[in-house]
């Protein structure tokens, strides 16, 4: 895959967990596939390809349907595009902060329990939801999620909510490192619709 091509995964990873975190906030639940996909990879760091981190292609094809579908005008959530630029827009405070490696190096020291009981158990997510409150969601401005009052005021909820953000930041990081920048949907547009739907043909 070329380079264009791994960056529109990496954003096509971005969309799909955050939709997750629309989709939690508001009802509860994940979809449990495209959850254990977002979540396994915070913990593949040292992957070699963007298609690695997700556990192959066809496991972003959901993210790839979000980005048609808002580079078609025709998303579905009009929060998401907004949740998916402040994430964006964190994750350059994030990698130019010393946080970085205190992020890294606590998830080195889960990987063990992750490996044991998934990414999706109890105890993982919070977990990752303890390190994104006692981290990332101390650099500003913080990434504000709307959702249901009623869980958005459950703890595992919020947990689980945390821990999807970290997994968006986590390709948001990888969508910048392929040379992803907010100027591609200002001067290279066409070309990720052209890609986009050529991938998804």
């Known amino acids: 895959m070329t380079g264009s091509g791994e960056r529109l995964l990496a954003l096509g990873g971005l969309a799909q967990a955050l939709q997750q975190v629309r989709r939690i906030a508001d009802t509860g639940q994940a979809d449990a596939a495209i959850l254990a996909t977002a979540l396994d990879s915070v913990f593949r760091i040292d992957a070699e390809t963007a298609s690695d981190v997700y ?64 990414s999706s158990h109890p105890q993982v997510l919070a977990a990752l939801g303890s390190l994104y409150a006692d981290t990332v969601s101390h650099l500003r401005p913080r990434v504000l999620v709307q959702g249901n009052p009623h869980y958005l005021g459950q703890a595992t909820v919020v947990a689980e909510i945390r821990a999807v953000l970290l997994a968006g930041l986590r390709s948001a990081v990888l969508w910048r490192q392929l040379g992803g920048s907010l100027w591609d949907f200002l001067l290279h547009r066409r070309s990720m619709v052209d890609a986009i739907d050529q991938w998804l043909d």
């Open 55 to 118: 556990g192959g292609e066809a496991a972003v094809r959901p993210g790839m349907l979000i980005l048609r579908d808002y580079f078609h005008n025709e998303a579905r959530d009009e929060l998401l595009p907004r949740l998916s630029l402040a994430v964006i827009q964190l994750e350059r405070r994030f990698s130019r902060d010393a946080m970085a490696q205190r992020v890294h190096d606590a998830l080195v020291e889960l990987a063990p329990t992750q490996a044991q009981l998934g």
